[in-house]
C-alpha cells in the first residue's frame, strides 16, 4: 500500500506555497470591475466581466475582480477558460484591498431567460490541451497552477423556479423559460503537472448530476481546496475526480480537503436513487479531508462507492446525513466505526458530531423542512418515507413545523437559498471545524 503520509506532505506544502498569493493590485495582470467597460482590463480601464476577457487570457495571468455581480460575457451566465490563470475576487473598487466576505463580494451569477443563456457550469477553467502528456515526453513546460480564490457562484437567478420565491426549480424549459441549468458551479479540469488552489469560494443553488464543486485534475496534481462551501445543491457538494485512468500511485492525484463544508445537498430528483452527498470520490486518487463539516444532506457525508484508497479522515463533523456518514462501495458505515470497518480508509481520528447553529431564515427553512424525502433504496415493494431524518432537521434548526401532506413533488425540491443564508453557513466553529472566513 503506498503511504499516503508522503501525499500528505506534498499537498500540505503545495498549499503552504500559496498562503501568500497575490492579493494586491499591483500584483494583478488583468482587472475585472462591477463599473468597467471594454477588454482592456487594466488597473485605470478594467473590463466589465470576466467572461468578456475570457478568450484573452494569457497562460499565468492574475485576474483580479471587485465586489459585484457578473453575468458573463453577453449575459450567457458561463465563462470558460482554456489557460491556467489565477483568479482572485473581493477587491474594493479602486483595487487596493479585499474583503471577499464582506463587503466587497464578487457573485458570478445569470440570467434566467438571457438571449444568450447557457447551461454550462458557471465557471469552466479547463487546461487539458495546455499541458498534455506528449509535450510531457517531448521536455516541453507543463507545470501551470490554476487558482480561484474569493468568488460566490449563485445559480439562483439562473434557475426556472415557478414562482417568485423560488420555492423549488424546474429542470426542463419551455418555449417561454430557459431551463436550470443541470451543471454545477465550479468545474477545473488540468492536464499534467498541475496544481490547483480553490479557497474561499461559496457555489449555492446549483442543479447539477455531478458537483457543485467538480475537479478532474490531470497525473500527479496537488489539490488543495479550502475554506470553500457547498450549500444548497443537487448532485454532491463537492465530486473530487481524476481526468486520468493511471495505475500507479505516483500518477494519482493529490487532494487536500480542508475546513470546507457541504450542507443540504439534495439528491438529483425527488424521486431519484442519486446525487445528495456532501462530498463523492472517484477512485484513483489519494485524499485528506479533514476540519470539515458534512451535514443534513440526503444521502451520505462521504459517498466512496468508487472506492477511492488510502483516504485519511480526521477532526471532520457529520451531522444528519439521511442515509448515513460514510459509504464503501455498498456498504454504509456509521460515523464511530469508520475507523475500524472502512476497508479503504488508511486512518480516521477526531471525527464527531457536533450541535451546529446556524442563523439561517425561516422562510428557507420552512420551504427545506417540508420536503418528503424518499428513500427509495431503502425497499423494493413500497417507497419508504425517512420521517425521523425530517424531524431531526426541523428540531435542530428548531423550524416549528407540523408534518406534511405534500408531495414530493410540490413546491419543495431544491427552494432557491438566499445569499445571506449561504453566508449563514459560511462559518466556523471553535477554529477547528468548517470554514474561516478571508
Known amino acids: 500500500m503506498h503511504d499516503p503520509r508522503i501525499r500528505r506532505a506534498a499537498v500540505t506544502l503545495a498549499a503552504a506555497l500559496f498562503v501568500g498569493a497575490p492579493a494586491l493590485a499591483q500584483a494583478c495582470t488583468k482587472f475585472v470591475s462591477e463599473a468597467g467597460s471594454g477588454r482592456v482590463a487594466t488597473l485605470e480601464r478594467p473590463a466589465r466581466d470576466l467572461g468578456n476577457i475570457a478568450a484573452d487570457l494569457e497562460p499565468g495571468d492574475v485576474v483580479c475582480i471587485t465586489g459585484g455581480t457578473f453575468h458573463?460575457?453577453?449575459?450567457?451566465?458561463?465563462?470558460?477558460?482554456?489557460?491556467?490563470?489565477?483568479?482572485?475576487?473581493?477587491?474594493?473598487?479602486?483595487?487596493?484591498?479585499?474583503?471577499?466576505?464582506g463587503a466587497h463580494?464578487?457573485?458570478?451569477?445569470?440570467?434566467?431567460?438571457?438571449?444568450?443563456?447557457?447551461?454550462?457550469?458557471?465557471?469552466?477553467?479547463?487546461?487539458?490541451?495546455?499541458?498534455?502528456?506528449?509535450?510531457?515526453?517531448?521536455?516541453?513546460?507543463?507545470?501551470?497552477?490554476?487558482?480561484?480564490?474569493?468568488?460566490?457562484?449563485?445559480?439562483?437567478?439562473?434557475?426556472?423556479?415557478?414562482?417568485?420565491?423560488?420555492?423549488?426549480?424546474?429542470?426542463?424549459?419551455?418555449?417561454?423559460?430557459?431551463?436550470?441549468?443541470?451543471?454545477?458551479?465550479?468545474?477545473?479540469?488540468?492536464?499534467?503537472?498541475?496544481?490547483?488552489?480553490?479557497?474561499?469560494?461559496?457555489?449555492?443553488?446549483?442543479?447539477?448530476?455531478?458537483?457543485?464543486?467538480?475537479?478532474?485534475?490531470?497525473?500527479?496534481?496537488?489539490?488543495t481546496i479550502e475554506h470553500s462551501v457547498a450549500v444548497n445543491n443537487t448532485g454532491a457538494g463537492f465530486h473530487l475526480a481524476t481526468a486520468i485512468a493511471a495505475d500507479d500511485p505516483e500518477n494519482f492525484p493529490r487532494y487536500r480537503f480542508a475546513h470546507n463544508a457541504a450542507l443540504f445537498t439534495q439528491k438529483h430528483s425527488a424521486f431519484g436513487?442519486?446525487?445528495?452527498?456532501?462530498?463523492?470520490?472517484?477512485?484513483?486518487?489519494?485524499?485528506?479531508?479533514?476540519?470539515?463539516?458534512l451535514a443534513f444532506n440526503d444521502a451520505f457525508g462521504i459517498d466512496n462507492a468508487r472506492r477511492a484508497s488510502d483516504l485519511v479522515l480526521h477532526d471532520n463533523v457529520f451531522v444528519a446525513n439521511a442515509q448515513g456518514d460514510y459509504q464503501e462501495f455498498d456498504t454504509v458505515i456509521?460515523?464511530?466505526?469508520?475507523?475500524?470497518?472502512?476497508?479503504?480508509?488508511?486512518?480516521?481520528?477526531?471525527?464527531?458530531?457536533?450541535?451546529?447553529?446556524?442563523?439561517?431564515?425561516?422562510?428557507?427553512?420552512?420551504?427545506?423542512?417540508?420536503?418528503?424525502?424518499?428513500?427509495?433504496?431503502?425497499?423494493?415493494?413500497?417507497?419508504?418515507?425517512?420521517?425521523?431524518?425530517?424531524?431531526?432537521?426541523?428540531?435542530?434548526?428548531?423550524?416549528?413545523?407540523?408534518?406534511?401532506?405534500?408531495?414530493?413533488?410540490?413546491?419543495?425540491?431544491?427552494?432557491?437559498m438566499p445569499l445571506a443564508d449561504a453566508f449563514a453557513v459560511a462559518i466556523g466553529f471553535e477554529g477547528r471545524y468548517g470554514p474561516v472566513a478571508p
Open 273 to 293: 436513487t442519486f446525487g445528495g452527498s456532501a462530498i463523492l470520490l472517484e477512485g484513483r486518487i489519494a485524499v485528506e479531508i479533514a476540519n470539515s463539516i
Open 105 to 223: 463580494v464578487t457573485v458570478l451569477t445569470g440570467i434566467h431567460n438571457a438571449q444568450n443563456f447557457t447551461t454550462d457550469p458557471r465557471l469552466t477553467i479547463d487546461t487539458s490541451a495546455f499541458a498534455t502528456r506528449l509535450m510531457q515526453a517531448r521536455g516541453e513546460p507543463t507545470e501551470h497552477t490554476v487558482v480561484v480564490d474569493g468568488v460566490v457562484i449563485d445559480h439562483g437567478p439562473r434557475n426556472y423556479y415557478p414562482d417568485d420565491v423560488g420555492s423549488r426549480i424546474i429542470r426542463q424549459g419551455t418555449p417561454q423559460h430557459t431551463p436550470t441549468p443541470e451543471a454545477g458551479g465550479l468545474l477545473v479540469r488540468t492536464g499534467v503537472d498541475s496544481t490547483i488552489v480553490v479557497r474561499h469560494v461559496i457555489v449555492t443553488n446549483t442543479a447539477p448530476t455531478q458537483g457543485a464543486f467538480s475537479f478532474f485534475p490531470g497525473a500527479a496534481a496537488d489539490v
Open 334 to 416: 456509521g460515523l464511530d466505526d469508520i475507523a475500524d470497518w472502512a476497508l479503504e480508509v488508511y486512518d480516521a481520528w477526531g471525527n464527531t458530531r457536533y450541535d451546529l447553529a446556524y442563523d439561517i431564515s425561516p422562510a428557507w427553512g420552512a420551504l427545506y423542512g417540508a420536503r418528503t424525502l424518499i428513500d427509495r433504496n431503502a425497499a423494493e415493494a413500497e417507497v419508504a418515507v425517512v420521517e425521523s431524518w425530517a424531524n431531526t432537521v426541523r428540531g435542530f434548526f428548531g423550524w416549528n413545523l407540523q408534518g406534511t401532506d405534500l408531495d414530493v413533488d410540490s413546491d419543495v425540491w431544491l427552494p432557491r
Open 72 to 101: 458573463g460575457r453577453a449575459d450567457s451566465g458561463a465563462d470558460h477558460i482554456t489557460v491556467p490563470v489565477e483568479i482572485y475576487g473581493g477587491f474594493a473598487p479602486d483595487f487596493s484591498h479585499r474583503d471577499p466576505w
